[in-house]
């Protein structure tokens, strides 16, 4: 009998008793306001013709005198009394008597009634009590989830881009399955894997392909799940994790976003001992203390391993990092091939230039963009997924949704279309710059005009020569304003802002300066706070100065450096302006003819030959993008 099925005849033999009770108390209330009489002056009372009628109950009797009809009186009288029968019929009382022979049962219910009611409310108070000591006792269970073998299991064929991690991943399932192979030459298993990385990349979809491959139990669980306002909660749902993980060893245990209980301790703003701190020290006895935890994996994942306790990641514990990073060019194209599988493509669609032009998106960039061509495509009735519903879903996650609602005047259009052009030729004609993607003048997310850059390949690191090159190109805008505009708008204020950022990184972090090769200010990070709040100064008021003259430096080469391009290419910039006024968008392609003096190719529909349910997509062009707005903000120019 499950729970529900007892508490409903709790409720039904509750309402019982006090329907039973209800009678009773109605039933002796009445009765007391009854008149009470002998069983003499009963008789004395019919023998001078007083009596009405009575009724005849067993051994009681209630009847009414002929001058009081509405009160009644009650008496009782001695079972087989034959003579009160005869007495009452000789002066005229109408006798009724009652069949008693089916009301036993009721009588002893009725006299039970009381000690019914007690002993259900009893009842009923020691069910909640205990109930409610379960439910404070279960505040220090796990809310761990084992993974049912009946859900549909993801498996490493649906995890793509990071081989590595599905490399070292896959020997953690080998140690639970063949343990004895790795003990036969002494070697220990490893108690903890710890999947580093920027959100985004896969750490999660890696532990729930782990689970639909390994065959063994798998428990899963977040680190916010462990703490809660009662003290001492979080530590005892460590205990009772690992002690479920015990019962069914092999296992794994998955933490997700470890950093919410595994921070550095000691760094909290409101003292050292708090919740977390007690959860966080439990979690280690767990996994390296004085009780072996054989057969039981912690997997954990964060993308702040930098505010972790040592001791949380030192051997023993976290035995593997497993860095899961973004990835490159073919772990792009790979994960496009996993995202695409379920949607019908065109023989347009080339996954290897989309890979290409999408540097620096994680997997869950990746699986958007798929979904957002899919959804575009679908807006248009349209059979399959068609290359442009590619780019403008990559342009959409990357540079933001067309705002074509904002309407900019004339003046801004000029203004917009001479900045971005100054950005665009000075990237195109100067050295170790990235290869230009398009640049638009379309408001898009939070643009009123945008450069978007192509890079040929994956960059780890970049030289002097790139970021002087970023610096000008930034500077581009401004120059462009003064030469052609003859004055300054607040446009460029982004763009100012960030290489005056670039160049003083320059300087302070990276050592390209003439100060030599030197680290200038300390970051303090407060860890509780998980951000950086303060730059220390550990240098002099005389080393500022030189580190303000080198930043000034290097923007002002930058800055006379695109003076001079822009101010030698006059014709082309006139050229490259009035192309984006009439067409708002230029590619690549364009710029290139634009800057050898070539005529432009006229406009044509970039969805000609596609299938379309209702020709409606015949008539849109190819994708447009947008500026940024001003005052303060600037225009953006993307690497």
């Known amino acids: 009998m499950n729970s529900t099925v007892k508490q409903i005849l709790i ?77 009452l019929r000789s002066h005229g009382v109408n006798i009724n008597v009652k069949d008693t022979s089916g009301s036993t049962w009721l009588n002893l219910l009725i006299n039970l ?40 299991k993801i498996t490493f064929k649906d995890v793509a881009g990071v081989d590595e991690a599905k490399e070292e991943l896959k020997e953690i399932i080998e140690f639970l399955r063949e343990s004895q192979k790795f003990q036969r030459l002494g070697g220990r298993i490893p108690k903890g894997v710890l999947l580093v990385g920027p959100p985004g990349t896969g750490k999660t979809l890696l532990a729930r392909a782990v689970a639909g491959e390994a065959n063994v139990p798998f428990f899963s669980i977040s680190g916010s799940d462990f703490v809660e306002m009662f003290v001492g909660v979080g530590a005892s749902r460590v205990r009772d994790l690992f002690e479920q993980g015990k019962k069914n060893a ?12 595994g921070r550095h301790r000691g760094a909290g703003l409101g003292g050292g001992h708090d919740e977390r ?22 997997v954990a994942a964060t993308n702040r391993p930098d505010v972790l306790d040592p001791a949380l990641l030192r051997p023993g514990r976290f035995d593997r990092r497993v860095i899961v990073d973004r990835p490159d060019i073919r772990g792009r194209e790979e994960v496009l091939k996993v995202h695409s599988k379920k949607i019908p493509m065109a023989e347009d669609v080339n996954l290897n230039v989309l890979a290409r032009g999408t540097p620096g998106f994680s997997g869950a960039d990746l699986a958007n963009m798929v979904n957002e061509a899919a959804l575009t495509a679908a807006r248009f009735n349209r059979k399959s997924v068609h290359m442009y ?17 904002m309407l900019l005047t004339d003046e801004e259009k000029r203004v ?15 050295e170790h710059s990235d290869p230009l993607h398009k640049v638009t003048i379309i408001p898009r997310g939070m643009a009123l005009g945008v450069t978007v850059y192509l890079p040929e390949e994956d960059q780890h690191t970049v030289t002097r020569d790139y970021l002087e090159t970023r610096l000008a190109t930034l500077m581009g805008g401004r120059c462009a304003e003064e030469i052609f505009l003859k004055q300054m708008t607040t446009g460029a204020g982004n763009d100012i802002e960030r290489s005056t950022e670039l160049a003083r990184k320059m300087v302070c972090e990276f050592g390209m300066s003439n100060l030599g ?59 490259m302006a009035a192309a984006l006024l009439e067409r708002e ?55």
């Open 11 to 87: 409720w039904v033999f509750m309402a019982t008793c006090l329907f039973v009770a209800w009678q009773f108390v109605v039933k002796n209330t009445g009765a007391g306001q009854d008149k009470a009489i002998s069983l003499t002056q009963l008789l004395n009372d019919a023998d001078a013709g007083k009596i009405s009628d009575v009724v005849v109950n067993g051994s009681e009797v209630t009847g009414h005198y002929r001058d009081d009809v509405k009160n009644q009186f009650h008496t009782v009288i001695p079972a087989n009394y034959p003579d009160m029968y005869t007495t």
């Open 113 to 152: 009634a009381p000690f019914a009611l007690l002993l259900g409310l009893w009842f009923f108070m020691i069910r909640q009590m205990q109930s409610g000591g379960n439910k404070a006792m279960s505040f220090g269970k796990s809310k761990a989830r084992l993974l049912s073998m009946q859900q549909k």
């Open 250 to 261: 092999p296992c794994i245990i998955f933490i997700d976003e470890i950093d919410a209980v």
């Open 277 to 298: 701190e007690q959860t966080l020290n439990q979690l280690l006895v767990e996994m390296d203390g004085f009780e072996a935890n054989d057969g039981v994996i912690l």
């Open 389 to 405: 519903d590619f780019e403008v879903a990559k342009d959409k996650v990357m540079m933001g949704a067309e705002r074509k609602s």
């Open 416 to 430: 917009t279309a001479y900045h971005e052009a100054g950005h665009t030729l000075v990237s195109a004609l100067r």
């Open 517 to 575: 090769p030197m680290t200038y200010g300390k970051k303090e990070e407060q860890i509780f706070l998980g951000r950086e709040i303060a730059q220390h100064r550990d240098f002099s008021d005389d080393t500022a100065k030189q580190i303000d003259a080198e930043v000034r430096r290097f923007v002002e080469a930058a800055y006379k450096s695109a003076y001079t391009i822009l101010d030698s290419n006059q014709d082309i910039m006139h050229r």
């Open 585 to 639: 968008t230029l590619d690549a392609a364009e710029i290139k003819l634009i800057i050898e003096g070539k005529e432009l190719p006229a406009v044509r529909s970039a969805l000609s030959g596609v299938d379309s349910g209702n020709g409606e997509a015949q008539k849109v062009l190819k994708p447009e993008s947008g500026r940024k707005p001003g005052f303060g903000e600037g225009h953006t120019s993307p690497a």
